[in-house]
T-cell receptor
Framework: GQSLEQPSEVTAVEGAIVQINCTYQ??????LSWYQQHDGGAPTFLSY????GLEETGRFSSFLSRSDSYGYLLLQELQMKDSASYFC?????????????FGKGTKLSVKP | DTEVTQTPKHLVMGMTNKKSLKCEQH?????MYWYKQKAKKPPELMFV???????INESVPSRFSPECPNSSLLNLHLHALQPEDSALYLC?????????????FGSGTQLSVL
């Protein structure tokens, strides 16, 4: 079946670097997306990797290894406002006809 | 305009009430979605509309009834809900179903069923 695994919680201090891993198991694969959601807010798209390698967007980078069915989100120079839940997502070709399904989310807490 | 607007932001309803959630986008997106999200859980897909036609209904109970009056609007009609239906209901849109890795979400409606 389809599955996405990511850590449930991560804690880091301001200014640090944190990596949130995601492993996936899917019957078909197009790419890996990442979303950020603050408490009480809407999920916001961060990045999408269809090919192997690192994609950088400001302080955030995302990496994909298709051969390892693995990706990660790298957050640098952490700020308090980065405290949020982060979801990886893939297309689900078994149940949802190619629509996005989300991992269970990683709650990132940034401490002063 | 890169916004998806949802109303109301909060809704409290009894189990015998009928209410509707509304969603609007003006990005020209042709796919619109309803997701349900329980606290500390990921969003779960409920319905997908593609070019104003219902494309996917993820085995959602009939007390939830979606409607897409035009390409910019999406409604979710609620009737005879149960307390376990209390959740954040998120509307989203994407360019089309084939380009759905980047979803634009609204802020959601926090629904409480008493």
């Amino acid at each position: 079946g389809q599955s996405l695994e990511q850590p449930s919680e991560v804690t880091a201090v301001e200014g640090a670097i944190v990596q949130i891993n995601c492993t996936y198991q899917t019957s078909g694969f197009y790419g890996l997306s990442w979303y950020q959601q603050h408490d009480g807010g809407a999920p916001t798209f961060l990045s999408y990797n269809a090919l192997d390698g690192l994609e950088e967007t400001g302080r955030f980078s995302s990496f994909l290894s298709r051969s390892d069915s693995y990706g990660y989100l790298l957050l640098q120079e952490l700020q308090m406002k980065d405290s949020a839940s982060y979801f990886c997502a893939v297309r689900d070709f078994e149940g949802s006809q190619g629509n996005l399904i989300f991992g269970k989310g990683t709650k990132l807490s940034v401490k002063p | 305009d890169t916004e998806v607007t949802q109303t109301p932001k909060h809704l409290v309803m009894g189990m015998t009430n009928k209410k509707s959630l509304k969603c609007e986008q003006h990005m020209g997106h042709r796919a619109m979605y309803w997701y349900k999200q329980k606290a500390k859980k990921p969003p779960e897909l409920m319905f997908v509309y593609s070019y104003e036609k219902l494309s996917i209904n993820e085995s959602v109970p009939s007390r939830f009834s979606p409607e897409c009056p035009n390409s910019s609007l999406l409604n979710l009609h609620l009737h005879a809900l149960q307390p376990e239906d209390s959740a954040l209901y998120l509307c989203a849109s994407s360019q089309d179903m084939g380009v759905n890795e980047k979803l634009f979400f609204g802020s959601g409606t926090q629904l409480s069923v008493l």
